[in-house]
Nanobody, 116 residues
Framework: QVQVVESGGGSVQAGGSLRLSCAAS????????MGWFRQAPGRAREAVAAMTWNGDSIWYGDSVKGRFAISRDNAGTTVYLQANSLKPEDTAVYLC?????????WGQGTQVTVSS
């Protein structure tokens, strides 16, 4: 069982930045991709960003393009989401996932709150 743990959330003012981290336990072999979703109260879960393991394909949701950036560390055990120029509508619980061996593993989420 792969354990996925997010961190780095918090409260910021509009225009600020946060760097979210997502660590996955166990060896990174058989990882095919990683990504982030977000869930705001009363709204559907929204895909934010995703990348393939080797980074040859990266995708962003329209609402975060140009402001957010996804990356991973060289060890392949942590994925990051750099969130810049944050807006109040970015307020949500951010959830990370790892695709390994044909299974998607989710973390519990980290809260991001952006005040105007």
């Amino acid at each position: 069982q792969v354990q996925v743990v997010e961190s780095g959330g918090g409260s910021v003012q509009a225009g600020g930045s946060l760097r979210l981290s997502c660590a996955a336990s166990g060896p990174p072999s058989s990882t095919s991709g990683m990504g982030w979703f977000r869930q705001a109260p009363g709204r559907a879960r929204e895909a934010v960003a995703a990348m393939t393991w080797n980074g040859d394909s990266i995708w962003y949701g329209d609402s975060v393009k140009g402001r957010f950036a996804i990356s991973r560390d060289n060890a392949g055990t942590t994925v990051y989401l750099q969130a810049n120029s944050l807006k109040p509508e970015d307020t949500a619980v951010y959830l990370c996932y790892w695709d390994r061996g044909g299974t998607r593993y989710w973390g519990q989420g980290t809260q991001v709150t952006v005040s105007s």
